[in-house]
């Protein structure tokens, strides 16, 4: 049975084919994605919630719950995941909440065994390179949520820095879920030596772009790289 549209996300939904769940970054919102989505719905029906767009105080669990329902309103069986970031987060606890029906997992510059707040340490640190990375659409997009759902933001931000998220990665890992993590060049946020061990602890792949220099943003900042590097692991969801 379908879910009630009221307690559905808004959602972006492009293309044909086997479903891409893509669950975005801290304060970006699905249309900043769009550029990558109109690639990949060549070979696949890319979905993209509005995470930050919930009924009700965000929680982890309240986001968990409406993800689910907007899957199953959208009549999403088996699906594949992509996170960035912050949504790659997300991501692990939705891949374990509903392991029998997820195929395979994407986590892209995400933020996954580094200890609480450590993000937030690294924006303290180097406020010039963070500045330097915000990209006019991440800007604009980042505003935009502050502005729309101040409340949602700060109780998202609260639960992405100060969550554990371990056992969540060593679950996934136990389940053989397919994983794959991606990771830019240079990210400005999150050490490659962060994206390694999350890589080795969910047994994943460990993916470098190459080619170029790209920045934490890279997925929406140079989409046709990023596809590039998708397409070249071989995904379910692209066959």
């Known amino acids: 049975m379908n879910a009630e549209p009221s307690r559905t996300l808004p959602s972006v939904s492009i293309g044909q084919g086997n479903p891409l ?35 009700g105080p965000w929680t982890s669990r309240r986001a968990l719950t409406q993800l689910r329902m907007t899957l199953d309103y959208l009549e999403v069986d088996k699906f594949s995941l992509l996170g960035h970031s912050f949504g790659g987060g997300l991501e692990l606890e939705l891949a374990c909440d509903m392991k029998d029906r997820v195929m395979e997992c994407v986590f892209a510059d995400t933020l996954g065994v580094k200890e609480r707040f450590g993000l937030a ?103 046709e790289l990023f596809a590039t590097h998708l397409y070249q692991l071989n995904l379910k969801v692209f066959s």
């Not at 970006?28 to 767009?53: C, G, N, Q, W």
């Open 121 to 223: 340490q690294e924006a303290l640190r180097h406020p010039a390179r963070i500045l330097a990375m915000a990209t006019p659409p991440a800007a604009s997009a980042f505003i935009r949520s502050i502005v729309g759902h101040p409340a949602q933001m700060l109780a998202s931000a609260m639960w992405g820095f100060a969550s554990d998220r371990e056992p969540y990665i060593h679950m996934l890992a136990a389940e053989k879920v397919p994983c794959h993590v991606m990771w830019a060049s240079r990210d400005s946020l999150l050490t490659r030596q962060d994206g390694q061990e999350f890589a080795r602890q969910l047994n994943a792949t460990f993916t470098v772009a190459c080619g170029q220099v790209v920045d934490h943003d890279w997925m929406f900042d140079d989409p």
């Open 21 to 55: 769940v893509l669950l975005h970054g801290f304060g970006m919102k699905p249309e900043t994605y769009l550029p990558l989505a109109r690639i990949l719905s060549d070979r696949a029906r890319v979905i993209i919630p509005a995470i930050f767009e919930l009924e």
